[in-house]
């Protein structure tokens, strides 16, 4: 049996998301569905299926097995909702929902990405969010350090990124560091790019950084993550770009990098994995390390939560009355 795939919102990024299923045997890709008559049609005869202009039309029709929503973030919530109010496994690309742009979410967001995990819950679906840079071949290899203990207790992490991966970012310092509990701001610069600078306090005691830097996006030396923990430290840099290790008591390091000179390559592996390990977990069960919705809400509430701490100029505190 096939698993049957439908992507809704047939534009840039849906390309590479089509790339991830076109690499897993099993996948069939049964529905492009976009707003866009044209553009529908133009995908369902690049990539297969059938053309759909409505979603909840497609839905009804095809029953897929997965339903991928590559729609943007200030068009996400619809679709979203309409998949998984109906119980249908969804996957929704990042940041979960922003209405003025990934770059300015506000708290005014919160509520409508809220309503996105009650539908999930309601429907009885499961929601996965795109956040591929989990998939990054350096990044699993400091998770599995960090949850085998190779690196002791997380004491603090800095972090810096463009803008361009903030909300990776900061879904990934939740992956590795656990969640955040507060946050203290400040912000320099033009209204659609501020850069941000953040002190962060995690539920574990361990404290943090974070930069989003909002300059011009370039696509090298996009982001740094410096966990540093009782028995060592590690250091990503991008995520195609390498792994440091310094054991604490050692002056030997590792640097664990790049076998090839194709980073691109490495960044468009991100989504294949990703999308293979949402093929195996609908197919098979088997648990992955997907971001799921909740995973969405809460890097949502940390960066809504950074305009709010630089506005009022104290500590935040992410937990009780703001996740409410
Ligand atoms: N994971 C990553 O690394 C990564 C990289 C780049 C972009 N993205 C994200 O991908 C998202 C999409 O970006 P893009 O550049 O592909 O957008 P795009 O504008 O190229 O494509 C979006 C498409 O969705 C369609 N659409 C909108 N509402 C719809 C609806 N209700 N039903 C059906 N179709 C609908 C539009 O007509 C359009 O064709 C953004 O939110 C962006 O943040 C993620």
Not at 246 to 265: L, N
Request: hydrophobic share 40%.
């Amino acid at each position: 049996m096939s698993l049957r795939v439908a992507v809704v919102g047939c534009g840039n990024i849906a390309t590479r998301h089509i790339s991830g299923y076109q690499q897993v045997e099993d996948a069939e890709l049964v529905a492009m569905c976009d707003l866009d008559e044209a553009r529908a049609r133009d995908y369902a005869e690049r990539f297969g299926g059938k053309a759909y202009t409505d979603v909840v039309t497609m839905l009804e029709t095809e029953a897929p097995d997965i339903v991928d929503v590559c729609t943007r973030e200030m068009h996400r919530e619809a679709p979203v909702i309409q998949s998984v109010s109906r119980g249908f496994t969804t996957l929704a690309e990042k940041p979960l929902f922003a209405a003025r742009g990934q770059y300015s979410v506000q708290a005014d967001d919160l509520p409508v990405a809220r309503r996105m995990v009650e539908a999930t819950e309601v429907g009885g679906a499961e929601l996965f969010m795109a956040y591929n840079y989990r998939f990054g071949d350096y990044a699993q290899r400091l998770k599995k350090m960090i949850e085998a203990g190779e690196l002791g207790e997380l004491q603090y992490v800095h972090a810096w990124t463009r803008l361009a991966c903030w909300s990776h970012v900061i879904d990934l310092l939740r992956w590795f560091c656990g969640d955040i509990e507060a946050i203290a701001v400040a912000m320099s610069g033009p209204e659609d790019s501020r850069t941000r600078a953040g002190s962060l306090r995690f539920a574990s005691g361990a404290v943090g950084t974070l930069l989003g830097e909002g300059i011009t996006p370039g696509f090298h030396d996009m982001l740094r993550i410096r966990w540093c923990g009782s028995e060592g430290t590690a250091v990503l840099r991008d995520i195609a770009g390498g792994l440091e290790l310094y054991p604490r008591h050692q002056r030997q390091r590792t640097i664990v990098q790049q076998a090839h000179d194709d980073p691109r390559g490495e960044f468009m592996q991100t989504f294949h994995r990703e999308i293979a390990a949402l093929c195996d977990h609908v197919r098979d069960g088997v648990e992955v390390p997907l971001a799921t919705g909740i995973d969405g809400l809460r890097e949502l509430e940390v960066d809504a939560g950074f305009v709010v701490a630089a506005e009022r100029g104290e500590w935040l505190d992410l937990g009780g009355e703001w996740r409410s």
